[in-house]
């Protein structure tokens, strides 16, 4: 009986302990950065992005829709924005593809791979999908400081993006199919255009971070918990961004997205949810959450602040 009894005893334990382990989210929440699966998780939508004729809709019988146009940092938006807006009166369009923001008669060429990304094809099937979803509400966002700049990330503090040995160069070609011969000329023709019967909102550029974050939080494998504490604490202090950079980096961008001034167009600033000017910082992790999870894309915890802007901001002009 007395075994038995032991048995017993230590049984509760175990289940009390795995009890509280459960209701905490795991041992990691108690750590400086939460770095439990669902704050690294590569937040891409996989099966929805790069679709030319064939986008994903959520809701699709809800009458009010929202159209999600841009890049990588747009798609990463529309699994949390999917979500957000269950319980709403709105469907979402997905047409994210790599590389393109809205610019028509501008097709970006990779001469590696003789792929071609912002097609004709592509922006057809938009603005078709577009006339189809009258009273819709146009998101655009993409990574303008690299299609302006034609050049990655470089923090200038050991944070260097560097894709398929490109040195820091984009590494792609820009091939007009228009009249207009200049990036700037020809995109902001086109979303002018697009507002003549569209309600736009412009959703500023995210800062760039330069390093992987995943691959920051993930260098410390240890089990022993003071020790991966005390490293994740350095990261937390010490591995944010010089906010003078960010404003150099983004400055171009930011004056080209202040320039519109169409009754239909509303913007939405992503400044205030990451950098604090008076601290001369720009956050990499925030309420002991990651941001990012590499070098550029949005957290799932990111994705959730920029989209809880988005929808109030959607409420505000609907």
């Known amino acids: 009986m007395a075994i038995k009894y032991k048995l017993f ?36 939508e996989r099966s929805c992005f790069n679709k030319i004729n064939t986008f994903c809709i959520a809701y699709p019988d809800r009458k009010k829709k929202i159209i999600l146009i841009g890049d990588s940092h747009a798609n990463s938006l529309f699994n949390d924005l999917r979500k957000q807006l269950k319980i709403s009166d709105y469907g979402l369009i997905h047409t994210a593809s790599s590389y393109c923001y809205y610019h028509l008669g501008l097709q970006i060429f990779n001469p590696g791979t003789k792929e071609s990304f912002c097609t004709k094809e592509y922006f057809e099937a938009i603005k078709k999908i577009i006339e189809q979803n009258k009273d819709s509400i146009i998101v655009l ?15 200038n503090k050991g944070g260097v993006e560097n894709f398929n040995g490109q040195n820091n160069n984009f590494g792609m070609s820009f091939v007009y199919d228009a009249e207009v011969k200049n990036k700037k000329d020809l995109i902001k023709q086109s979303i002018n255009d697009l507002a003549n019967n569209n309600k736009i909102i412009l959703i500023y550029p995210v800062p760039e971070v330069g390093w992987n974050v995943q691959k920051l939080v993930s260098d410390n494998n240890t089990l022993f918990i003071p020790e991966k504490r005390k490293y994740l604490k350095l990261l937390y202090n010490n591995y944010f961004l010089d906010y003078q950079v960010y404003k150099k980096r983004h400055e171009e961008s930011n004056l080209f997205l202040e320039s519109f001034t169409h009754k239909n167009i509303f913007k939405m600033r992503t400044e205030e949810i990451f950098c604090e000017k008076k601290k001369k910082k720009c956050y990499i992790f925030k309420n002991n959450r990651i941001l990012f999870y590499d070098t550029n894309h949005l957290s799932h915890y990111g994705t959730t602040l920029v989209n809880s802007k988005l929808l109030s901001l959607v409420k505000k002009i609907d």
């Open 9 to 44: 005893i230590f049984y509760i334990l175990v289940l009390f302990t795995v009890l509280i382990i459960i209701m905490q989210n795991g041992f990691d929440i108690r750590l400086p950065i939460d770095i439990s699966h669902r704050n690294i998780i590569n937040t891409q």
């Open 141 to 155: 966002m993409a990574r303008l400081p690299v299609i302006f700049s034609e050049k990655y990330f470089d923090n």
